[in-house]
């Protein structure tokens, strides 16, 4: 629980300190053909007053080509337990800026990703992925128009960020090659010099804005994220501010010294609890609960209504939200043979859910057995999940399916990435969740929902919940669902928006029908 979103918000900070536009560097602009580095930039990580992380950037210019790096190390508390999740980016590209080249290497505790790629000039691409001992390689082309560093830095030298200025760019991101084909777009706006404190002084600095637009998959939104950049008369970065739940991140230049100090501790737990007005009763003697939200922010976010809760806004300040679990139909066959593109969507095998590999299949058919109809099939798996990840705890950031086969280790989300590969390695189209789940105590905490993940699998034209963690009464009326996807961790960019963006004023229980009330409504209808 929790430690879902967090490492969501860990990708979502890589994603946007990573997409602003680079520092211009005025000697290799100014044309000098010999080989040179620049000195590596630092900077700490700030939440809450709290140092962390930090990352490091270079850039070097070999003959005709620049290569430019991103190092992110970002320290994660849960209670007592540590995580350090660490992240590099290479960019391969011409001194006039056409892509070439990318790596990108990614570690959340459950052993390091690794995409890479190399683009021809006609815009082909061979792609490579390695997770583990395995290894994937395939071709797609490159997204027209798509920057990277190099691009980005020269297409801000030439526009400027003087106040007025504004354009439009694209740039590329090898994590999102699945889920948006590689790209995002964004609007960067020039602003005023202002004076900001960077780490004690006052300094003069430009303001800059950069709106991204980011696709949610499965539910035809768009997300816009804003981030603002103080730079120096150089247009060197010196501060970034990313949104972070109802918090900021603050990216800010320092010395060497400081960026590689030992990071704060800070509880993420605090950041992800939601109180809960009253204390909820045994979910498993629940058909529903309506939840009266106050918002707290006058940003739009979205919360998607589902088969599972339904969303009414009385007042521009209030939602509705009820919870009321499906319950599929029985004798559904499976494998899915319907035609519904955004059905067999999810069916596939992705990055992070790979349902074609030997050995979640192996675990998908243990975990079926002899089942033929899928809402029996779906429980097995749950059941089977959960008996199978034998390690639970917080060590792992976020680890993929294949990953948690091996390692048999994890939390929430493990559990869910696992059980959804093996859904659709059944035939079930299954995907994603992050949300909130109820629970009576959280690090002390009493009555409180709290960040956590779990599974959808699609049945007989319903989409219905499954929580391993919590077998056998897995998902219930105490799930509130804020974003959904294909596992992959910049699907939940939705969460930026949504955590703390507003409070549980009440709480509307619908407890279940007990038999005698089932008797006496039956009895109620007139006889025919």
């Not at 490159?142 to 020269?154: D, T, W």
Request: hydrophobic share 40%; proline share 6%.
């Amino acid at each position: 629980m929790n430690k879902r979103i967090i490492s969501r918000f860990f990708w979502i900070g890589i994603l946007l300190f990573s997409v602003p536009l680079s520092a211009s560097d005025k000697t290799a602009s100014a044309g000098i053909e010999k080989d040179q580095s620049q000195e590596p930039r630092y900077m700490a990580i700030f939440l809450d007053g709290k140092k962390v992380g930090h990352s490091i950037r270079t850039r070097t210019v070999a003959g005709d080509r620049v290569i430019s790096t991103e190092e992110m190390i970002f320290t994660v508390y849960r209670g007592p337990q540590e995580t350090r999740m660490y992240t590099k980016e290479t960019a391969l590209e011409t001194k006039d800026g056409k892509p070439l080249g990318f790596e990108m290497i990614q570690d959340t505790g459950g052993g390091p990703q690794k995409r890479s790629g190399v683009i021809s000039p006609d815009g082909k691409m061979d792609i490579t992925l390695e997770l583990g001992k395995t290894s994937q390689t395939m071709q797609g082309m490159y997204p027209a128009g798509a920057l990277m560093n190099e691009g980005l830095r020269l297409l801000q030298e030439a526009k400027g960020l003087t106040t007025g200025v504004e354009f439009e760019a694209v740039a590329f991101r090898p994590d999102m090659l699945e889920t948006t084909g590689g790209i995002i777009s964004m609007t960067v706006k020039g602003g005023p010099m202002k004076e900001i404190d960077l780490l004690g002084q006052k300094v003069q600095a430009l303001e800059t804005t950069t709106a991204m637009r980011i696709p949610i998959p499965f539910q035809n939104q768009v997300q816009t994220i804003t981030t603002i950049n103080y730079c120096d008369s150089d247009l060197e970065p010196l501060k970034i501010l990313v949104p972070f739940g109802d918090k900021t991140l603050e990216l800010l230049a320092c010395d060497r010294e400081l960026a590689l100090r030992p990071e704060d501790i800070f509880d993420f737990l605090s950041l992800m609890t939601i109180t809960c007005p009253i204390s909820l009763p045994p979910l498993d003697t629940v058909a529903a609960i309506t939840y009266d939200l106050a918002v707290l922010t006058s940003d739009k976010f979205y919360i998607p209504p589902d088969d599972n809760q339904t969303i009414q806004r009385p007042a521009e300040n209030r939602i509705l939200l009820t919870v009321r679990p499906v319950v599929p139909p029985a004798e559904v066959p499976f494998p899915y043979t319907g035609t519904d593109p955004n059905i067999l969507d999810a069916l596939r095998p992705t990055e992070y859910l790979q349902s074609d590999d030997p050995k979640i299949q192996e675990l998908a058919r243990a975990a079926v057995g002899n089942a033929t109809d899928a809402g029996k099939a779906v429980k097995q798996i749950e059941a089977f999940v959960k008996g199978y990840i034998k390690t639970r705890d917080f060590s792992i950031g976020y680890a993929s399916a294949l990953q948690v086969a091996e390692s048999r280790q994890g939390d929430c989300s493990e559990h869910a990435v696992l059980t959804a590969a093996l859904c659709r390695a059944a035939g079930i189209p299954a995907r994603v969740v992050s949300g909130l789940v109820y629970t009576e105590n959280l690090a002390g905490q009493k009555n409180v929902f709290g960040g956590h993940a779990w599974t959808e699998a699609y049945i007989g034209g319903v989409w219905v919940g499954l929580d391993a963690t919590r077998s056998p009464q897995g998902y219930g009326a105490g799930h509130i669902t804020l974003a959904r996807g294909s596992g992959n961790p910049t699907d939940f960019l939705n969460l930026v928006k949504v955590i703390g963006a507003f409070k549980i004023d009440k709480a509307t229980v619908l407890p279940l029908a007990t038999s005698s009330e089932k008797k006496s409504a039956e009895n109620a209808v007139p006889k025919q």
